[in-house]
């Protein structure tokens, strides 16, 4: 369910497979909702116009905007990430709005895919959609049950593994992050377990200062795309 | 008012004003929480225990954690900020969500305080302090009217004010943070107003990638602070 003048913007800018619009009473008051719908029939997406009342009952948001459109899940196989440069694995993420950001993110600094694992959060949960700003109809996703088979997996194509932790990890500014990378991040409570750990490559810890335990686990999700897209930028300079 | 055994903590840990601690049934149960009442009881903190059902009527969140304090603000004047290294500005950040994350990363980063202006969101609400984990407590936050004002003062310590735009900026990788710099930062949905990026040394972006069109405000916030840490870590090596 894709909520809003954007973000269902973005799944037909994505080519995703709109199933219907639906708009409320009133949307031609909202910027850019005539656009969307217009978009939207020249695709041939059903339109439908709900009475008084449904929108607010239906939608995920307090107070809704005033168009919804239903959008086809579109996984893809891990496989399809064989030849990634820059690929985020979630492994134990619990909070939807967090998966949001790190969708965001991963897509803004280049990633060519996100993988989630071993009881993570439901990309297709409407606050996911939502914070991801559109960016779950653009960044291929993969869901997978267990982090081992998928860390195995990507690591026999070349992709080096790196454990986000909060402690005790290599300083991740001082990693050379030039090659196939994956970022493996965890549960914002728990973080990784440590035979995710184990598995990776090496592990990586954001330097913090302060009494500060620990970041945001999108933020620190972000840090750690944007730091790799900074050193490709920069030549693979550290 | 601070939610939750972790929040309450690290208020007690920052030496806040702690004016009561309120109690519901069964917070015994609640990991950390005898420490956090045998904290407050041994600081003089006042502590109630709340009848059945009044905790849910009072906390914030849809199913509260056992333990709630209210703690006086404590705000500091924008003069504290003479030699600071490392500020973050927001002018008209309105997501309480967001300002928390700021406030988490800003702190974990080393800055020495956050200054909210330009009918920026309250620094407490309770989202915010629940997002900030804690770091609202020792973060040094101060609260303004107007940006101009704030960003001429601090311009006038020598502190040079970098503008956050998601589009035309100077590649903020590219700049040196050596010194002492303030990030500012506008409003979730229409960024900065022209004047006060007219009122700032210099304008910064962060590179995007693919059809991302921004980054979550808390997430540019948290990547610059970090690269300014990065640099600094580095010796003023970009």
């Known amino acids: 369910m894709a909520e809003g003048v954007k973000v269902v913007a973005e799944a037909l800018a994505g080519g995703a497979s709109v199933e219907g619009l639906y708009l409320a009473p009133g949307w031609e008051g909202s910027p ?103 960016a779950l109809f653009h960044l291929p996703v993969v869901v997978e049950g267990e982090a081992a088979g998928v860390l195995e997996q990507i690591g026999g194509w070349g992709i080096r593994r790196m454990a986000a932790v909060a402690h005790e990890g290599q300083d991740y500014s001082e990693v050379d992050m030039a090659g196939k990378v994956a970022f493996v991040l965890g549960n914002e409570a728990n973080g990784l377990d440590s035979d995710v750990v184990s598995a990776c490559d090496s592990v990586v810890t954001i330097p913090l200062q302060g009494r500060a335990e620990s970041l945001n686990v999108g933020v620190a999700a972000s840090i750690l795309c944007f730091e790799a897209a900074r050193q490709r930028r920069a030549g693979g300079r550290r």
Chains 1, 2 share one sequence.
């Open 32 to 134: 850019g909702a005539a656009r969307v719908v217009e978009q939207a029939v020249s695709s041939g997406v059903r339109c439908f116009a709900l009475d008084p009342g449904v929108m607010e009952r239906t939608a995920d948001t307090v107070t809704p905007q005033p168009l919804l459109a239903v959008v086809g899940m579109a996984e893809r196989s891990l496989d399809d990430l064989r030849s990634a440069s820059l690929v985020v694995v979630c492994a134990g993420l619990r909070d939807p709005g967090n998966a949001g950001v790190v969708l965001r993110s991963a897509q803004a600094a280049g990633a060519d895919g996100l993988v989630c694992c071993h009881e993570s959060v439901d990309l297709y949960n409407p606050k996911t959609v939502r914070a991801s700003a559109g």
